[in-house]
């Protein structure tokens, strides 16, 4: 007997279909479908699907020596931060000069949608609202996408956003100077306006790639690490 348990969360872990671990392992799928339902299984079969996790049979066995990966991120820490920071960051943008400045959130707005149009080309959509969901502190990590995969979607997104940051300044830019073509482009009004699109840019873009999309990168990478120490633990 093994845990089909153990068996379910470890194919997924790896991204396997049951074919696909019955191919690896040499066992037949009807085997691996019965293992997962019963968890009956002959000492071949065991020692077989062993090698193909790389643990060792005893492994497959007994549950506590497996820690699943399904819990949920706790927002507390999450919340405090980031609401701290977005306070700061409202505080600068919408009353620099004691008056509301709501142009300036044209960065935010042209960043988030150049984020989304980046993404969606390399990124699925569902791993992607996952990804936004985890990255506020929400969302339950279920094994149906490897972590080494969804570490690098983050990278990614890392990256994206302050493309997206730097296309939202120079955007900004060109926009002011069709909106007040009374401004001349060399005045030191027009100055003001683009170190006052700088700031938001950088500040909008720290907020969305390290706040939330790095911390979220941190946990996966701790989760991955606790992982593979386990695994190695239990194959010595």
Same mark, same amino acid.
């Given at each position: 007997?093994?845990?089909?348990?153990?068996?379910?969360?470890?194919?997924?872990?790896?991204?396997?279909?049951?074919?696909?671990?019955?191919?690896?392992?040499?066992?037949?799928?009807?085997? /691996? &479908?019965? *293992?997962?339902?019963?968890?009956?299984?002959?000492?071949?079969?065991?020692?077989?699907?062993?090698? @193909? =996790?790389?643990?060792?049979?005893?492994?497959?066995?007994?549950?506590?020596?497996?820690?699943?990966?399904n819990y949920v991120i706790s927002p507390r820490l999450n919340v405090i931060s980031w609401v701290l920071l977005l306070t700061?960051?409202?505080?600068?943008?919408?009353?620099?000069?004691?008056?509301?400045?709501?142009?300036l959130h044209i960065n935010g707005v042209v960043m988030m949608f150049t984020l989304f149009a980046l993404s969606i080309r390399?990124?699925?959509?569902?791993?992607?609202?996952?990804?936004?969901?985890?990255?506020?502190?929400?969302?339950?990590?279920?094994?149906?996408?490897?972590? /080494? &995969?969804? *570490?690098?979607?983050?990278?990614?997104?890392?990256?994206?956003?302050?493309?997206?940051?730097?296309? @939202? =300044?120079?955007?900004?830019?060109?926009?002011?100077?069709?909106?007040?073509?009374?401004?001349?482009?060399?005045?030191?009004?027009?100055?003001?306006?683009?170190?006052?699109?700088?700031?938001?840019?950088?500040?909008?873009?720290?907020?969305?790639?390290?706040?939330?999309?790095?911390?979220?990168?941190?946990?996966?990478?701790?989760?991955?690490?606790?992982?593979?120490?386990?695994?190695?633990?239990?194959?010595?």
């Amino acid at each position: 007997m093994i845990s089909p348990d153990i068996i379910k969360n470890l194919r997924s872990q790896h991204g396997w279909t049951q074919e696909q671990l019955a191919t690896i392992s040499g066992v037949s799928s009807r085997t /691996i &479908q019965r *293992i997962e339902k019963t968890g009956e299984c002959s000492l071949e079969s065991k020692m077989a699907i062993a090698a @193909a =996790f790389n643990v060792t049979p005893k492994f497959l066995v007994n549950e506590s020596n497996y820690t699943e990966n399904n819990y949920v991120i706790s927002p507390r820490l999450n919340v405090i931060s980031w609401v701290l920071l977005l306070t700061m960051l409202l505080a600068i943008l919408l009353v620099p000069d004691g008056e509301l400045q709501v142009r300036l959130h044209i960065n935010g707005v042209v960043m988030m949608f150049t984020l989304f149009a980046l993404s969606i080309r390399v990124i699925d959509i569902k791993e992607l609202k996952f990804l936004l969901i985890y990255s506020l502190g929400g969302g339950k990590l279920d094994n149906s996408k490897p972590l /080494i &995969q969804l *570490i690098s979607s983050l990278n990614q997104l890392i990256r994206f956003t302050y493309i997206s940051a730097i296309f @939202a =300044f120079l955007f900004h830019g060109w926009q002011m100077s069709f909106a007040w073509p009374e401004v001349s482009l060399f005045s030191a009004r027009f100055s003001e306006l683009m170190a006052n699109s700088i700031i938001a840019s950088v500040l909008y873009s720290v907020v969305v790639a390290e706040l939330f999309f790095r911390t979220s990168k941190l946990r996966l990478e701790s989760q991955l690490i606790k992982d593979n120490a386990l695994l190695d633990k239990i194959s010595e």
